[in-house]
């Protein structure tokens, strides 16, 4: 059965970084794209970002374009996302969410981390 297991979050100072990650398991992980997706409380959920199996190419969302970066580690079954510059509507949880062999439609997610931006 596919795992994805989410960590890193945490609170932080508005302005502050974080590192979250997603190991994964029971699949082929370096043959999918992978996705990052948040939900603010209250709010529905939200695509943040996508990588190809290869690693080379990355998609974001405008609102974390600049700030966030997405990278993958297929030796050791890990997708990342380095966050800086954080605000406080970046507090959210955060999903690491399989994508597909060919494109990034999402099946599988983790249960999330939570990351709190607060001063």
């Known amino acids: 059965q596919v795992q994805l297991v989410e960590s890193g979050g945490g609170s932080v100072q508005p302005g502050g970084s974080l590192r979250l990650s997603c190991e994964a398991s029971e699949f082929t992980f370096g043959s999918y794209h992978m996705n990052w997706v948040r939900q603010a409380p209250g709010k529905g959920p939200e695509w943040l970002s996508a990588?190809?199996?290869?690693?080379?190419?990355?998609r974001y969302v405008d609102s974390v374009k600049g700030r966030f970066t997405v990278s993958r580690d297929n030796a050791k079954n890990t997708l990342y996302l380095q966050m800086t510059s954080l605000k406080p509507e970046d507090t959210a949880l955060y999903y690491c969410?399989?994508?597909?062999?060919?494109?990034?439609?999402?099946?599988?997610w983790g249960k999330g981390t939570l990351v709190t931006v607060s001063s």
């Open positions: 969410v399989r994508g597909g062999l060919v494109d990034y439609g999402m099946d599988y």
């Open positions: 990588i190809v199996p290869g690693g080379d190419r990355t």
